[in-house]
T-cell receptor
């Protein structure tokens, strides 16, 4: 069935390092894709989204491009800060028009000073 | 800014109790959702609602029910709490449309069943 696969964490980086979090999906059609971030003790916040192939979402220095040919939506940031330590999720919207999201396991990112 | 408010951040209940988790949103969203979050499993959809008094089962509805008497409020009910329902519960809301509106989440309720 349709699914979302994220790279396993934790991903541990030093401050100012380059961050990539891989996300791939399987689906019928081309669902909208999202990145959410969950800081410790909080709910999920929308980071960015893409609704069609080749769309590029960006926010707060994070970017992700919807790649139809590889069914991927990898998240990147050029220079991470300690405050970027969080769990990151890349759900896909289901294609049944109810607006539901299907989540992967999430990727924990730890940035050290 | 959209505000989704969950009534409790932390809750401790006993096995067999009936437990109510409340969620309120202030943006006139049609859709509301309840998820549970467990380590290594991400978020899993329990129930959702697209209108007042309407509800649909998600992926893991067993042991849960929901109520939506008003548009802004969506309640999750654990009919007879069990220890395997210890988890983080997250509520979300969104507009109902075909233009792929994002969901907005509350801060979560960490529920412990003893």
């Amino acid at each position: 069935g349709d699914s979302v696969t994220q790279m396993e964490g934790p991903v541990t980086l030093s401050e100012e390092a380059f961050l990539t979090i891989n996300c791939t999906y399987t689906a019928t059609g081309y669902p909208s894709l999202f990145w959410y971030v969950q800081y410790p003790g909080e709910g999920l916040q929308l980071l960015l989204k893409a609704t069609k192939a080749d769309d590029k979402g960006s926010n707060k220095g994070f970017e992700a491009t919807y790649r139809k040919e590889t069914t991927s939506f990898h998240l990147e940031k050029g220079s991470v800060q300690v405050s970027d330590s969080a769990v990151y999720f890349c759900p896909r919207m289901t294609t049944d028009s109810w607006g539901k999201l299907q989540f992967g396991a999430g990727t924990q990112v730890v940035v050290t000073p | 800014d959209v505000k989704v408010t969950q009534s409790s951040r932390y809750l401790v209940k006993r096995t067999g109790e009936k437990v109510f988790l409340e969620c309120v949103q202030d943006m006139d969203h049609e859709n509301m959702f309840w998820y549970r979050q467990d380590p290594g499993l991400g978020l899993r959809l329990i129930y959702f609602s697209y209108d007042v008094k309407m509800k649909e089962k998600g992926d893991i509805p067993e042991g849960y029910s929901v109520s939506r008497e008003k548009k802004e409020r969506f309640s999750l009910i654990l009919e007879s709490a069990s220890t395997n329902q210890t988890s983080m519960y997250l509520c979300a809301s969104s507009f109902y449309s075909r233009s792929n509106q994002p969901q907005h989440f509350g801060d979560g309720t960490r529920l412990s069943i003893l």
